[in-house]
């Protein structure tokens, strides 16, 4: 494994934007002409953040406290409207006229799928954590267009909150697998988060109006509707796979970042307050452009508003690494045993440090 290499200076919106806005013409050229940009679009989210990384072990430094990082906000908005364009033009690709070969609407599927999930969640994320409610609203259509509004609610309102204890359904306590775990969470989260939102609106302190859970299904209803109108049956059944798709990953980062992390007990019972201990990190550069700094994750639930460019990985003896890529690890935890062993050592060294 080459050694990793600390840049002297962060990555800039720049690198951000080149990294999580380059397969998309890739995908458009691939429905126009197919053939081999339709392989193009695939490869890139399948394995170019995995081979990058590893052809160029670099880790970007920490943007300094109150650095500005113009057009990061206008970043967030061309994802999150470029993802709510994808989905009805990969639909339509999948199973509409398209003209594509059953392999390259194969490949348009997988390939829009993960990028969905890889960098349409990690832009949604963000806008989910601004304070403007324009943006706020972007995120939260984005979610309610992949079927999983629940996700605006109960990851501000419940994971934040509860993040690696046992009332958090989206932290995975050592041993568990990632299809028992993926149930849960997706249960638990609805639940919790709907739970969250009632009381919030019981208190006075939630939004007017009508309850947020019900346009989280409006939201998902008119999605299903234009999947109709784009292909029939075939094109509602697309555009779920696709939402299947990314929900699969946003479960699969959830999973990999909190895997096994616990909270400690203070004397009177609460857990200790949330810290760097309880994220799993990742700091290679491409995958941390590509994902808008989602890998570095404990910076994050530390200072939930705190912009993308902003996040800072900090030191190793702060907050558990991975000893991979954030999307290498997810595609590991696919396999539950492969996973718990690979996991296991960095798992032990981190709890014995601690």
């Known amino acids: 494994m080459p050694k990793t290499k600390r840049l002297r200076h962060p990555l800039p919106v720049a690198a951000f934007a080149a990294a999580a806005l380059a397969p998309l013409p890739l ?9 081999p940009f339709v392989w193009a679009g695939f490869l890139y989210m399948f394995c170019l953040s995995a081979v990058l ?18 057009g990061s906000d206008a970043l967030l908005v061309a994802v999150g409207l470029s993802a709510l364009a994808l989905l009805p033009l990969a639909t339509w690709a999948v199973a509409g006229p398209s003209g594509l070969s059953p392999l390259g609407r194969g490949l348009i599927f997988l390939g829009a799928g993960l990028w969905l999930g890889q960098v349409g969640h990690p832009a949604a994320h963000e806008l989910i954590h601004r304070g403007n409610r324009w943006l706020f609203r972007l995120g939260t259509g984005y979610y309610a267009a992949i079927l999983f509004g629940q996700h605006a609610s109960a990851h ?3 994971h934040h909150r509860h993040v690696a204890t046992p009332e958090d359904p989206n932290s995975a306590p050592e041993g568990q697998g990632f299809y028992r775990f993926a149930l849960r969470a997706w249960i638990g989260s609805y ?20 309850h947020p859970y019900l346009w989280h299904l409006a ?19 697309a555009w779920w796979g696709l939402a299947a798709l990314a929900q699969m990953q946003i479960l699969l980062s ?27 990190n990742s700091g290679p550069w491409f995958s941390s452009a590509l994902m808008l700094n989602a890998p570095r994750h404990s910076d994050h639930h530390s200072h939930p508003t705190r912009p993308y460019p902003v996040l800072r990985l900090g030191e190793a003896d702060e907050a558990p690494r991975l000893p991979w890529p ?7 935890a696919l396999v539950p045993p ?7 050592p960095a798992l032990r060294r981190w709890q014995g440090a601690r």
């Open 338 to 344: 492969l996973w718990k062993r690979a996991i296991r």
């Open 53 to 70: 990384d590893r052809l160029i072990p670099h880790v970007a430094a920490d943007a300094t406290e109150g650095q500005e990082f113009p």
């Open 219 to 237: 939201g998902s209803l008119l999605a299903l509707v234009v999947a109709y109108v784009i292909a029939g049956g075939g094109g509602v059944a």
């Open 27 to 35: 995908f458009a050229l691939g429905l126009w002409g197919g053939g």
């Open 254 to 280: 959830d999973y990999v970042q909190h895997y096994g992390l616990r909270r400690a007990a203070l004397a009177d019972g609460r857990p200790a307050p949330v810290g760097p201990a309880h994220s799993w």
């Open 326 to 332: 954030l999307p290498l690890a997810c595609t590991l």
């Open 191 to 210: 639940r919790a988060g709907r739970r969250a939102e009632t009381a919030l609106r019981k208190r006075g302190s939630g939004p007017r109006g009508l």
């Open 156 to 158: 501000r309102l419940v």
